[in-house]
């Protein structure tokens, strides 16, 4: 059953792969850019949720302008 705005025969290996390149991508931009965003904040912890959230605000975009995927069939008989 879908979820979310997630197409249908969208697997659950293919979301749990989206995230960790979403997760990996911003660690990445945190390491980047961590230093510039600090001098801004007073929190130690504030730039790495910018940074998530623009992040994921950029995947959402992304993914609203490719294709979805078509939707995979699971065939029953032997």
Known sequence: MPTGNMPVG???AQ???EA???AHEVWIAVLRHFARHQETYAEAVA???VIARRKIADWYVVRSRRPDPPATTVSTNN
């Open 20 to 22: 960790e390149n979403l």
């Open 47 to 49: 730039p790495l949720f």
């Open 10 to 12: 969208h697997s659950r």
């Open 15 to 17: 979301r749990r792969e």
